[in-house]
């Protein structure tokens, strides 16, 4: 009898014992299958804020959408030196359980170029990360600080260059401009001449000795391409002050004093500017030509970023974003 007692009580213990470490196991794979969840939603929490900041510099649907217009609104409300902070707002993110759709941004300048900050947060079933990202908006050749552009001057950026005319032969969308800049385009007029009659500003395009007037203010975006195989050109005639987009694939020819602020583009390897004046030309922005650059000790052609940033926006390859940081804070 003392035996079975014995026998019974040993194998009720090994009983308990074995209960104790099944569940112990159980809760041992309960706890890990717990901590691996959390960890997943801790990645995926932080993958969803990379994601926002991914989404806004690489996607060109959400960075024309929801980061350009800020970028137009900054370069052409310009406060010299100061940081500018916006926020953007998905309408929706990529995984319904985050519940943050803002980002936000900030525009600074350092060493010469402008800078685009944004901070993501994402929260995600208790989880929050914080995605801190800074890069470059605009394409290089504009922020390195010369005056003058050309293949022959600047050999380092000669692919960049390439781009970025390449670029411009594309359609120049010019349907939203503010109602301040004039657009005109010219596609197979033999002169065309920049007017000042009586205070009034003109574009005169001659094609077989007919005349066609525009007329603007001091802005304007003014594309003169040669569809015709002949070689155009663009005259200054009279003391002329204006601002804007200057392309021209032919020659500039400039008769008088002639002041400029913003960005002339030259197209075309037998392009250039030929400067009559005896008042050296007033370039405050930039020159980019495909051509020779002879005509540059006759002008005084000063690099301003500010006229750039705020001209160039409406050029095809300005704005260039490049992702430098991005980090968890």
Not at 150 to 159: A, F, K, N, R, V
Not at 173 to 200: C, F, M, R, W
Not at 274 to 284: H, R
């Amino acid at each position: 009898m003392k035996k079975d007692g014995f026998i019974t009580v040993f194998v009720l213990l090994i009983l308990a014992i074995s209960i104790l470490i099944v569940h112990f196991i159980i809760n041992l794979i309960n706890s890990q299958s717990m901590i691996e969840a959390a960890y997943k939603d801790k990645i995926q929490a932080e993958l969803l804020s990379e994601a926002k900041i991914l989404r806004l510099f690489h996607d060109e649907y959400y960075f024309n959408d929801l980061l350009v217009p800020n970028i137009h609104k900054h370069f052409r409300n310009q406060l010299d030196g100061k940081a500018v902070n916006f926020n953007v707002n998905f309408e929706s993110n990529i995984d319904q359980k985050d519940l943050d759709t803002l980002v936000k941004g900030k525009f600074i300048s350092y060493s010469g170029r402008k800078y685009i900050e944004l901070t993501s947060k994402s929260e995600y079933n208790g989880f929050i990360s914080n995605v801190f990202a800074r890069g470059t908006i605009v394409s290089e050749i504009f922020e390195k600080g010369n005056p003058l552009l050309s293949y022959e001057l600047d050999s380092d950026i000669c692919e960049k260059l390439d781009n970025f005319y390449e670029s411009l032969g594309k359609n120049i969308v010019l349907d939203n401009l503010p109602e301040d800049i004039k657009a005109i385009k010219s596609y197979d007029h033999e002169t065309i001449k920049l007017i000042n009659e009586k205070g009034q500003n003109r574009v005169t395009k001659i094609r077989n000795e007919v005349e066609t007037i525009e007329i603007f203010s001091k802005d304007i975006i003014l594309i003169i391409t040669n569809q015709n195989n002949d070689f155009v050109e663009l005259v200054v005639e009279d003391n002329m002050n204006i601002a804007g987009v200057l392309i021209v694939e032919g020659n500039i020819i400039i008769n008088n004093d002639f002041k400029f602020n913003g960005i002339i583009i030259l197209k075309g390897v037998d392009s250039k500017i030929i400067v009559n004046s005896y008042l050296k030309p007033v370039i405050k922005g930039i020159v980019i030509t495909e051509g020779i650059t002879d005509f540059y000790e006759l002008m005084d052609i000063r690099y301003d970023n500010g006229f750039i940033y705020k001209y160039g926006i409406y050029l095809p390859g300005f704005l260039d974003p490049n992702l430098e940081i991005l980090k968890k804070t």
